[in-house]
Nanobody, 124 residues
Framework: QVQLVESGGGSVQAGGSLRLSCVAS????????MAWFRQAPGKEREGVAH???????TYANSLKGRFTIYKDNRKNTLYLQMNDLKPEDTATYYC??????????????????WGQGTQVTVSS
């Protein structure tokens, strides 16, 4: 079992930045692939970014260059740095962890553990 707790959401103006954090506890954090997802009202949950156990990263094409995923294994914490935020980035952001064997890195159905979400609101 893995427990995930996100923080760092908030309200910002377009062009601003936020850093989301996700603290993992339970079974070894370093064995899991981790990712960030987001879900806007009335829309499906979509993959934002993934980081593998070896540190390799994958991003949604539309977000590449503005968002950065990274982790600190000493602190069992996953981060998402979001720059140049746009109103369309408004959503609830979730961190997730997958057991070994992950195939589709940005597919929510591949993930076994989820945090409760943190709200990000970007105003124009």
């Amino acid at each position: 079992q893995v427990q995930l707790v996100e923080s760092g959401g908030g309200s910002v103006q377009a062009g601003g930045s936020l850093r989301l954090s996700c603290v993992a506890s339970g079974d070894s954090y370093t064995r899991d692939s981790m990712a960030w997802f987001r879900q806007a009202p009335g829309k499906e949950r979509e993959g934002v970014a993934h980081i593998g156990v070896d540190g390799t990263t994958t991003y949604a094409n539309s977000l590449k260059g503005r968002f950065t995923i990274y982790k600190d294994n000493r602190k069992n914490t996953l981060y998402l740095q979001m720059n140049d935020l746009k109103p369309e980035d408004t959503a609830t952001y979730y961190c997730a962890a997958a057991l070994p064997g992950l195939v589709f890195k940005l597919s929510p159905t591949e993930y076994n553990y989820w945090g409760q979400g943190t709200q990000v609101t970007v105003s124009s």
